[in-house]
């Protein structure tokens, strides 16, 4: 006979540790943390960069083909600081960035998916573009030419080479259980 019991079916409760100041759980690798410094000449030069601030990093959105974070700076890095000032806003990050001359130093937090994606489109977009089907000129040159040059090797190219070393050494080759196919 079972007993009834108020808990018996009850679900234990869950609870939740809220980290508010962390947005992701990759926070916590130092590893992940990137030092990238960018050099502004001028207050006409651009970053490139398009930032989203739904987190408390702004996260990079964007990245501009003539700004100067291209090739430095991936698509959803995270900003943490800028020039040594933490940033929690979208709009002081845009502020800084587009104010500050000289050396920028930021330090992002890159997460572990890379941006493979971009790259392989950018190869695939420059090898169709080449036409492979066409031999090129230099390529035709060279098989309108005498064909006394080339060598070609066969099995009885082989055969001659061995006699040539026996009668140069005076001796047969020792016999062979391998057979040649």
Known sequence: MRSWSPTARRNPRLIYQVDAHRPHREAYDEENIVEVEIYKWGSKERVGVALSGKNRWP????????GLARGRMRVNDLIMSINGTEVFQEEVANRI??????????RIFRRNMPNFRDDLTEVAISFSSRDVDEPSRDVGREDEGDDADDIVLDDSDEGDAQEEEEEETGSSPAPSNHSRS
Do not use: K, Y
Not at 97 to 106: A, D, F, K, N
């Open 97 to 106: 960035l587009r104010e500050t001359v000289g050396r920028i130093s930021i």
């Open 59 to 66: 996260r990079v959105v964007n990245i501009s083909d003539n």
